[in-house]
Each structure stands twice: as structure tokens, then as C-alpha cells.
T-cell receptor, first 115, second 116 residues
Framework: AQSVTQLDSHVSVSEGTPVLLRCNYSSSYSPSLFWYVQHPNKGLQLLLKYTSAATLVKGINGFEAEFKKSETSFHLTKPSAHMSDAAEYFCVVSGWETSYDKVIFGPGTSLSVIP | GAVVSQHPSRVICKSGTSVKIECRSLDFQATTMFWYRQFPKQSLMLMATSNEGSKATYEQGVEKDKFLINHASLTLSTLTVTSAHPEDSSFYIC????????????FGSGTRLTVV
């Protein structure tokens, strides 16, 4: 079975300071991992994905994440927060389960950016 | 590329009626599609996974007779909420799996269902 844990339901940072959103996963198989962002009343946008290639993944808008198998983690980081980064962030794990590919969303982390 | 179009974006229906939500892949063939439900300020909950030409696989606790999923073609999947009740009011999002070198998932823009 697969599961995703996002350790912080809400993170607040000042503009220009680093962002760290934590994600831990559990999977019986080699998973693929994703980070999606959802702005209020809008759909989901892919930030980045890990699919068994390089463990350090660079995404859009300056975000990156590192896959650490030993820690079963896939934390999302950004060196300098911008006001437009305020949104809901979801860590997602997918993997083959029994007979189909299953996709599980984490509970989400709400990011606030203080001017 | 890899766009999924979801309609309608908003729908209000009377209790007891049925509502159909469509999800179309515009420029690719979607063999596998997913349907999610999202309550306010909560995460997306996977309802079911559908493969073209096969019966959908429903998650535990999701009533298959209430949430009918049809994936009869490689570009269209539909979710029908039958005999809707106010507690079915929610945000429903579809997703299509991308394969090959662009492995991942693309999402529809969601449907806000309100049952009155």
C-alpha cells in the first residue's frame, strides 16, 4: 500500500526567505513522486516530478526537491519565497499496485508568504 | 500539450437528480484516468481509477452505484453522480495518466457541484 505524509499543514515564511515543505512517503514498489501546487479556486499545476532518474529534481518557478530513499522523503525547497508562491502544495506518490497504477495525494501544506 | 478539458466547471442541481461530468483529453490518448473529490481546504481523495474499455476500480468506501464512471473511449471519461444529495456537494477533479517520456499526470480544472 502507498501513503503520503506532509508533516506541516501550514507553513509561513517571509518574502525572500527559504521555503521547505516536507513530504514522506510509503510505497511497496519503486514510486514516482510529484509536487503539485493549487492556487485558490484553480486547478492543479505540476511543479516537478521524480521518476527514478536524478534524485535532485528541478522544477518550475525555482522549486526543487530531493528524493532520499533511505529517509523515504521528497522535500520541496525554494531558496527565496515570492508572494506569488502562496498556495496549497500537494505531495503525490504513484506506483503500480496489484493491477493498476495508483495515485495518492498527501494532505497538503498551505504556504503563506509574509511581505 | 497534454491538456485535459473538464466540463462543466460549475453545476447546481436539485436533490434526487443526476449530474454528469465529462473529462476529455484534447491532444493525447488517455488510457488511464482518475477521479478525485476535494472537500474545502482538504486534499484530493481518489475515488476511482478507470481504464479505457474496462470497469472502473473504486476506492474503499466509494459507492460504485452512486458514482458511475464510464471510460468508453481513449479521449473521454465521464463521472455521473446519481440521485445526488446535498452531502455530494464537492469539488470533483479528473486526471489522465501520461505515458512514455512524459510520464506523469495532467489534471482537469475541476467541477464544483452544489446539490440543493
Amino acid at each position: 500500500a502507498q501513503s503520503v505524509t506532509q508533516l506541516d499543514s501550514h507553513v509561513s515564511v517571509s518574502e525572500g526567505t527559504p521555503v521547505l515543505l516536507r513530504c514522506n512517503y510509503s510505497s511497496s514498489y519503486s514510486p514516482s513522486l510529484f509536487w503539485y501546487v493549487q492556487h485558490p479556486n484553480k486547478g492543479l499545476q505540476l511543479l516537478l516530478k521524480y521518476t527514478s532518474a536524478a534524485t535532485l529534481v528541478k522544477g518550475i518557478n525555482g522549486f526543487e526537491a530531493e528524493f532520499k530513499k533511505s529517509e523515504t522523503s521528497f522535500h520541496l525547497t525554494k531558496p527565496s519565497a515570492h508572494m506569488s508562491d502562496a498556495a496549497e502544495y500537494f505531495c503525490v506518490v504513484s506506483g503500480w499496485e496489484t493491477s493498476y497504477d495508483k495515485v495518492i495525494f498527501g494532505p497538503g501544506t498551505s504556504l503563506s508568504v509574509i511581505p | 500539450g497534454a491538456v485535459v478539458s473538464q466540463h462543466p466547471s460549475r453545476v447546481i442541481c436539485k436533490s434526487g437528480t443526476s449530474v454528469k461530468i465529462e473529462c476529455r483529453s484534447l491532444d493525447f490518448q488517455a488510457t488511464t484516468m482518475f477521479w478525485y473529490r476535494q472537500f474545502p481546504k482538504q486534499s484530493l481523495m481518489l475515488m476511482a481509477t478507470s481504464n479505457e474499455g474496462s470497469k472502473a476500480t473504486y476506492e474503499q468506501g466509494v459507492e460504485k452505484d452512486k458514482f458511475l464512471i464510464n471510460h468508453a473511449s481513449l479521449t473521454l471519461s465521464t463521472l455521473t453522480v446519481t440521485s445526488a444529495h446535498p452531502e455530494d456537494s464537492s469539488f470533483y477533479i479528473c486526471s489522465a495518466q501520461l505515458t512514455g517520456g512524459n510520464y506523469g499526470y495532467t489534471f482537469g480544472s475541476g467541477t464544483r457541484l452544489t446539490v440543493v
